[in-house]
């Protein structure tokens, strides 16, 4: 396993009662505060479809890096339909370039009404999903002021397997200051779920697809999955991600790991199962979450500490849950598993 879970705190990371929390990546500041950025909407509307149009990206602060984390500020708040992110934004992941912090998210603009009570019709769920756009806001310091992009930094590719969205963006920053990017896409609103890779020279340079034309399929190209996180370790990349159907790494909705030399060509680990649903508690007890998905890590000092995830209660996942937060799960260092 390339990560040594230790047992989970249990008042978790983040969580609001009257709020859906989701998502979840957390930074230190020169502050030496920890700094975490999540999406949040309003427990008035449903969970689903509604984080596609009501979401917004917020900060918390925690004195440590399990938390508990308190709420600062929405710093990404609705500008109007006109803009690539204009009604919502989800899937926030800090990180550090330089001298700056960016946050890259995924944004969502529509045009289609929402009904009295903020219903979403099957025609606004699918223009919502279907705009999805990876962007992101830079700062030099985590509390802000953020700057937004006025265009996306990846968009879809008409006539390809990417063509109806980019959303869940996954960066990892080299030493040389180039931005490696994976991002989630399918060629339409049934097709399977699956990841790209892009490269930008610098921050502010275009991105540019990397390897063949096709996802990675890792070994069945009808394999849906989601949610990677990837970082540089060791002289390799390594990805955590959602196995969406169970079939990578036998539990449905568990986190499957995989490695490259070279961030195209990913092939997955012998056993590549890196964690369950099944969470261990610092009191003993055992639980076996509804939802954990959206897994980020903690880097210090060149190595991962803490893993970041969403989490839901009850058996049936986000769409049955009553309470969503993220929670955290501290990390024992093991080099000798990479």
């Known amino acids: 396993m390339i990560l040594r879970l230790q047992a989970a705190p249990l008042a978790g990371a983040y969580q609001e009662e009257d709020h859906w929390i989701w998502c979840g990546s957390v930074i230190q500041g020169e502050d030496k505060k920890y700094h975490m950025f ?18 917004q990206i917020v900060h918390a602060v925690s004195e440590t890096p399990a938390g508990p984390y308190r709420i600062v500020e929405e710093i990404l708040r609705p500008r109007g339909p006109e803009y690539w992110d204009g009604c919502a934004t989800h899937n926030p992941t800090i990180h550090k370039v330089g001298d700056l912090y960016v946050l890259f998210y995924t944004g969502m603009s529509y045009r289609g009404e929402l009904g009295p009570r903020g219903e979403v019709s099957e025609e606004l769920r699918v ?100 949610d990677a996180y990837i970082w540089h370790q060791y002289g390799c990349f390594h990805m955590i991600f959602n196995d969406l159907t169970g079939k990578i790494t036998g539990e449905d909705h568990a ?37 954990f998905e959206r897994p980020q890590l903690l880097i210090e000092e060149g190595r991962p500490t803490h893993l970041f995830a969403a989490t839901a209660n009850g058996p049936g996942g986000f769409a049955k849950a009553t309470h969503t ?3 955290v799960i501290p990390l024992a260092c093991s080099p000798e598993t990479l």
């Open 38 to 55: 999540a999406s949040r909407w309003s427990k008035q509307v449903p969970f689903t479809p509604n984080w596609l149009t009501h979401s």
């Open 127 to 226: 223009e919502a999903r279907g705009s999805q756009r990876i962007g992101f806001a830079t700062a030099t310091s985590p509390n802000g002021p953020w700057t937004r992009s006025d265009a996306p930094c990846l968009e879809a590719r008409p006539g390809h397997w990417d063509a109806f969205m980019t959303t869940n963006p996954a960066p990892c920053v080299l030493p040389d200051g180039r931005i490696h990017l994976m991002y989630k896409s399918t060629h339409s609103n049934s097709g399977p779920i699956q990841y790209g890779v892009a490269q930008a020279a610098s921050l502010y340079a275009p991105f540019e697809r990397l390897g063949a034309d096709a996802p990675i399929t890792f070994t069945d190209p009808s394999l849906s999955y989601e």
């Open 255 to 291: 986190g499957a790991y995989a490695r490259s030399e070279d961030g195209i060509v990913w092939e997955l680990a012998a056993n590549p199962k890196a964690y369950s649903r099944t969470i261990r508690w610092e009191d003993g007890s055992e639980s076996l979450q509804g939802s």
């Open 325 to 327: 937060w993220n929670m």
